[in-house]
């Protein structure tokens, strides 16, 4: 087997980097040779996040490779940034919008990128066992609860069962969405007030829900944020139209105005 | 036109002023101390001049870079271990192509050194910082060399925007001697990069993927390339018809220049520019020659330069090193 | 609301979620809205999460380099008296590599005003220990808490700054617990400067929740520990 050279591109908070580090470790376990590179930008959230593995049978010196022959897409903002990245041979996995894959197996979105990772355990030379292995002490050693562990061995295990149903022939990059994060903003109002979200800008940092003083924000799974996770929703019953939430929104998504 | 009688650096600042340079950022540090110090007498007469002593040169260079980009012809004197930590500041410069002028008087390296006199800044005015030594950089070799070069180091820095620098040393800093002063001919316009209200500019210098900072680069060294035709300078005595030919720099150039008249045999390239390097001319004399020494007060510094430019020649190639040494004719004859 | 100075297309920002700089950015907005200063505004940013900042407003602004965006800005306004001069930077940039710079410049009274934001770490790079770091508190540089008694006690910028200053700088420290009494400092920091007073220094307390590994809630108790550690007012304020 030549070098087998996989891309993974997501935005930075999807996981990226912990596929690319279970794919490297597995591999080396596998009793392959195998390179792992991290590659992202300044900042610390929210940049596209990108892994380069490469898997070979022979030693392998250099981290980085120009041409993937294996690439996965977990988000509309990496297509532009792995343009470069492929050819007509590179065999393409668009796992844009498979989050809702794990709401049918009740499983928290915070695992997606297992699922992705089982996804992508198809196509590669590792023995299954090996990688769940890897994963289960991965998440073992950052002290995550232990119910966490298991849904992300679960999500492993139903997006490995996704991988074999998926057709052999590339995917395509063509994503007809909108790569900025324009949607729809949400009003909820009554004749004393007005509260509006814009969730293409909510980062469900959750300061608003935590300060506001009538309780009335809780967080929405519904209706997903920049980066897909649950935004901020308000009771307007219980608004007491302070305008709190609106002050202390890092991202100025939510906006309140008291009616005369 | 004016006949004076004043030390290199009090030539420097009366072509600063020259020059149009308005705002000098300083720390002390010999032997470019009388640069600031005069400037600051001069600015205590004049209103339209601005001198700041800044806490360090680092902030002395990251000031002139402020300077600048409000529009005003700033600068900057220093050497030695200063030079070492401008090496921040004009990184910056180089990397946003700002018109930073700086004027470096060389002393014995490395660390504290001497205070006196060396060749041995010149890898460092070239190429210090991490970048790739995207700078123009003038070696005068005379006091009145001093006086028109520093003219050219402010237009050149205006009119193609990269850190320009006139490398002087502490023998010709201090040295008194005759000099005409002049209005000159021509002095570059400027222009203010940040503060314009016609237009909103946001300017970074950090960029999150290989290729974006590539494009960049490769941009700015298309430029340089492509403005190395214009500024490359050297000057020649007696190199067409001899044997021998010394290539030297700087007051090096100067020592030696009396050696090659007393020598019928021996000629003398002397590059104005190190950097862009004349390097056509400098390859065309060299072949011609059958022995070249390079003579430098510093171990193979400018020697490296000149080798980049002599790529492929057979000529017989010698090495005249005196690092933070003066070069004399007695010594030099040794070889000859 | 969002502050007319800021540039739409620029959101949602670079920050992280939950980030301080986006509380303290909107109220340095609606200053800049209020007293109508977009046009002769400069913004120099810092290597750290400043730099974030760069293309977020209708602002002139420049990335400098670390601890080096107060000279370069002292070095404009030199140039230019007219504008308005901002140096937005971190506790790392203005309490550790850029410390000398920063006192210098508040020492010379220079007419810029300078805004810290102070997280008690350095974000950018991962969470590092910071001058400003709390004793006990754990970070990447500081694995089992900070030893005071290796690594210094917590850094009082604003009262090291006061003691060098004249009588005619605006020193400050404000939370963004509070988003308008940081629009407030900011705002009067700002006049100070325009006013050709002097030297105007705002401290703000922010948070990190990325680099702290905290949630909302645990997040804001933190915040509390850092305004016990440094107490915010006004410490000089030219009245």
């Known amino acids: 087997m030549n070098n087998l050279k996989v891309l993974l591109s997501g935005e930075g908070g999807q996981g990226v980097q912990a596929i690319g580090q279970i794919l490297n470790e597995a591999a080396t376990k596998n009793g392959f040779e195998s390179i792992y590179l991290p590659n992202f930008g300044v900042e610390q959230r929210g940049g596209v996040s990108l892994a380069y593995v490469q898997i070979s049978r022979s030693p392998l010196t250099y981290p980085k490779f120009k041409i993937a022959d294996l690439l996965i897409v977990l988000c509309p903002r990496s297509i532009l940034r792995v343009k470069n990245y492929y050819n007509g041979r590179t065999k393409i996995l668009n796992l844009i919008g498979f989050e809702e894959k794990l709401k049918e197996h009740e499983l928290s979105y915070r695992t997606f990128n297992m699922l992705a990772l089982g996804i992508i355990s198809e196509f590669l030379p590792l023995e299954k066992e090996i990688i769940i292995e890897t994963l289960v002490k991965k998440f073992q050693a950052k002290k995550i609860l232990p119910e966490l562990v298991s849904q992300n061995k679960k999500a492993f295990l139903v997006g490995r069962v996704m991988g074999m149903r998926l057709p052999s022939r590339t995917h395509s990059l063509d994503y007809k969405g909108d790569t900025k994060n324009k949607r729809d903003k949400i009003t909820f109002e009554d004749d004393k007030k007005h509260w509006q979200i814009n969730p293409g800008h909510c980062k469900s940092c959750g300061i608003c829900v935590y300060r506001c003083p009538s309780k009335a924000l809780s967080f929405n799974p519904k209706i997903g944020g920049v980066y897909g996770m649950p935004t901020s929703t308000c009771d307007i019953k219980r608004c007491i139209g302070c305008g709190l939430c609106e002050r202390v929104c890092p991202e100025g998504a939510i906006e309140v105005k008291k009616k005369k | 036109m004016e006949t004076k009688y004043l030390t290199g650096n009090e030539v420097v600042v009366d072509a600063a002023i020259a020059a149009g340079g308005r705002m000098m950022f300083g720390y002390p540090i010999t032997p470019s101390t009388e640069i600031t110090t005069e400037f600051a007498k001069k600015a205590e007469k004049n209103e339209r001049l601005k001198f700041i002593q800044t806490e360090d040169e680092t902030s002395a260079g990251f000031g002139v870079i402020g300077a600048l980009l409000g529009g005003e012809k700033a600068f900057t004197a220093t050497g030695g271990p200063g030079n070492i930590l401008m090496q921040d500041p004009i990184s910056m410069a180089e990397a946003m192509r700002l018109p930073f002028v700086g004027i470096i008087t060389q002393r014995g390296g490395p660390s504290t050194g001497t205070v006196i006199y060396s060749q041995q800044e010149v890898t460092l005015t070239c190429c210090g910082g991490n970048g790739e030594g995207l700078r123009v950089v003038y070696s005068p070799s005379s006091l009145q060399e001093i006086y028109d070069l520093t003219i050219k180091t402010f237009n050149t820095a205006w009119k193609y925007r990269f850190p320009t620098f006139l490398l002087s040393d502490g023998y010709m800093a201090k040295a008194r001697q005759k000099v005409e002063i002049y209005r000159p001919q021509y002095i570059s316009t400027t222009k203010h990069i940040l503060g314009d209200a016609r237009k909103i500019v946001n300017i970074r210098n950090t960029y999150s993927q290989e290729e974006e900072l590539n494009e960049i680069l490769s941009e700015n060294i298309r430029d340089f390339e492509h403005i190395s035709r214009d500024i490359a300078d050297y000057d020649t005595y007696k190199c067409t018809h001899s044997k021998t030919i010394i290539f030297a720099h700087g007051s090096a150039a100067a020592a030696c220049l009396e050696i090659c008249k007393e020598r019928k045999n021996v000629g003398l390239f002397r590059p104005i520019t190190l950097q862009p390097f004349p390097d056509s001319q400098a390859k065309m004399f060299a072949k011609r020659a059958q022995k070249i020494i390079v003579v430098e007060s510093s171990a193979g510094q400018f020697s490296r330069l000149l080798k980049n430019s002599l790529y492929g020649i057979s000529t017989i190639y010698l090495e005249y090193q005196r690092p933070a040494l003066g070069i004399f004719e007695e010594e030099l004859a040794r070889v000859l | 609301m969002i502050p007319k100075c800021f540039k739409k297309e620029s959101l949602p920002t670079y920050f992280c979620p939950g980030c301080g700089y986006g509380i303290i950015l909107k109220a340095l907005g609606n200053?800049?809205?209020?007293?109508?200063?977009?046009?002769?505004?400069?913004?120099?940013?810092?290597?750290?999460?400043?730099?974030?900042?760069?293309?977020?407003?209708?602002?002139?602004?420049?990335?400098?380099?670390?601890?080096?965006?107060?000279?370069?800005?002292?070095?404009?306004?030199?140039?230019?008296?007219?504008?308005?001069?901002?140096?937005?930077?971190?506790?790392?940039?203005?309490?550790?590599?850029?410390?000398?710079?920063?006192?210098?410049?508040?020492?010379?009274?220079?007419?810029?005003?300078?805004?810290?934001?102070?997280?008690?770490?350095?974000?950018?790079?991962?969470?590092?220990?910071?001058?400003?770091?709390?004793?006990?508190?754990?970070?990447?540089?500081?694995?089992?808490?900070?030893?005071?008694?290796?690594?210094?006690?917590?850094?009082?910028?604003?009262?090291?700054?006061?003691?060098?200053?004249?009588?005619?700088?605006?020193?400050?420290?404000?939370?963004?617990?509070?988003?308008?009494?940081?629009?407030?400092?900011?705002?009067?920091?700002?006049?100070?400067?325009?006013?050709?007073?002097?030297?105007?220094?705002?401290?703000?307390?922010?948070?990190?929740?990325?680099?702290?590994?905290?949630?909302?809630?645990?997040?804001?108790?933190?915040?509390?520990?850092?305004?016990?550690?440094?107490?915010?007012?006004?410490?000089?304020?030219?009245?």
């Open chain 3, 31 to 239: 200053v800049i809205d209020r007293l109508e200063i977009s046009q002769r505004s400069v913004i120099g940013l810092d290597i750290g999460c400043s730099l974030l900042a760069w293309d977020l407003f209708k602002v002139d602004t420049i990335q400098t380099h670390h601890g080096r965006t107060t000279p370069v800005m002292a070095g404009f306004k030199f140039a230019k008296p007219e504008s308005v001069v901002l140096a937005l930077t971190g506790d790392g940039g203005g309490y550790a590599i850029g410390l000398q710079a920063l006192l210098h410049s508040a020492h010379r009274n220079d007419l810029i005003t300078v805004i810290l934001v102070n997280n008690t770490l350095y974000g950018m790079t991962g969470g590092q220990m910071a001058p400003t770091t709390l004793p006990k508190e754990i970070t990447e540089t500081t694995p089992s808490g900070r030893n005071t008694k290796k690594t210094g006690l917590p850094f009082l910028g604003p009262e090291i700054i006061k003691i060098l200053t004249n009588k005619h700088a605006y020193i400050a420290r404000a939370s963004i617990r509070n988003p308008l009494k940081v629009e407030e400092y900011i705002e009067k920091a700002i006049k100070n400067q325009i006013h050709g007073k002097g030297f105007s220094f705002v401290e703000i307390l922010s948070v990190c929740p990325i680099n702290w590994k905290t949630d909302a809630k645990e997040t804001f108790d933190f915040l509390e520990k850092i305004e016990q550690a440094y107490p915010s007012g006004e410490l000089k304020s030219n009245e």
